[in-house]
């Protein structure tokens, strides 16, 4: 049998005919495609990569509470973080105790050597306001070079610092409460994730103690009084993978811009006009 040439007869079939253009469209568009291909797909630019690796990056903030001012707490995240293939870094805002020598960019790590870089500001935050606008955007500069260097950024701020140590954890969506048998240091604890929760209502807040009564006492009190029943910094109870999902994604800025500079990192173009007005 030889296939006709042409177009189809007409017959009492409806459909008589639809396959023979179905096939000759098919075949026209293939042609199309051999001749005029389309432009390959360009990958992603250094600056796509860049806002890729920004947005996966994570800050974790640390109260600096109790004899060792939440050293423990500090360490511990940091081991998770490398245990979990992370890459972090450490922030101390206010933080007087100064480096040994040959350790002024890093900090001891855990028992298995590893080491994290710190970047350390000995001063409160009430010192970087009165420095100058050029000393200011250094500083803020070499802290973007600091962060970037990291997927994340464990901070870590004395409790007395209310306002900053709140800003870092709104900033961050998770804080770890550091404890131990002290009442200073549980009354502290117990005000800072009090303030936290009813200022914030989605902030994580973890506690740590390295004994089982502290962190039972605080317990107690957080459900007595608030009603709230947080997960201990503890690997036996927390996911802590998965905690780090919860947290928030940094600002276009940088966490740390963002914590010192809440304003514009650069002064405004003008500071004051002068015009007039038609009455």
């Known amino acids: 049998m030889t296939r006709r040439e042409g177009p189809s007869e007409p017959s009492g079939n409806p459909l008589a005919g639809v396959l023979e253009r179905l096939l000759a469209r098919e075949r026209g568009e293939q042609a199309r495609s051999r001749s005029h291909p389309?432009?390959?797909?360009?990958?992603?630019?250094?600056?796509?990569?860049?806002?890729?690796?920004?947005?996966?990056?994570?800050?974790?903030?640390?109260?600096?509470?109790?004899?060792?001012?939440?050293?423990?707490?500090?360490?511990?995240?940091?081991?998770?973080?490398?245990?979990?293939?992370?890459q972090p870094a450490v922030f101390e805002l206010s933080w007087s105790d100064p480096p040994k020598p040959g350790e002024r960019e890093e900090t001891r790590g855990p028992a298995s050597g590893t080491r994290v870089p710190v970047a350390r500001i000995p001063c409160g935050p009430e010192r970087l306001k009165e420095e100058s606008p050029e000393v200011v955007a250094a500083v803020v500069e070499r802290l973007r070079r600091h962060e970037s260097t990291s997927n994340l950024l464990l901070v870590r701020t004395p409790g007395r610092y209310r306002m900053t140590l709140m800003r870092a954890a709104f900033l961050a969506g998770g804080m770890v409460v550091p404890l131990d048998n002290s009442d200073e240091t549980l009354d502290a604890a117990f005000r800072i994730s009090r303030e936290a929760l009813e200022s914030f209502l989605e902030l994580a807040i973890w506690p740590f103690?390295?004994?089982?009564?502290?962190l039972d006492r605080y317990l107690r009190m957080m459900l007595d009084?608030?009603?709230?029943?947080?997960?201990?910094?503890?690997?036996?109870?927390?996911?802590?993978?998965?905690?780090?999902?919860?947290?928030?994604?940094?600002?276009?800025e940088g966490f740390l811009t963002a914590l010192l500079a809440p304003g514009s990192p650069a002064p405004p173009a003008e500071l004051i006009q002068i015009d007039s007005m038609q009455l």
């Open 225 to 252: 009084f608030l009603k709230a029943t947080p997960t201990p910094f503890d690997p036996a109870r927390l996911d802590f993978g998965a905690a780090l999902e919860t947290l928030s994604a940094p600002p276009e």
């Open 209 to 214: 103690a390295t004994t089982p009564t502290a």
């Open 38 to 86: 389309e432009p390959p797909v360009p990958a992603p630019g250094r600056d796509a990569v860049v806002r890729s690796e920004s947005s996966a990056r994570r800050m974790l903030v640390v109260a600096g509470l109790g004899m060792d001012g939440g050293d423990a707490a500090l360490r511990s995240a940091g081991l998770w973080a490398t245990q979990l293939g992370r």
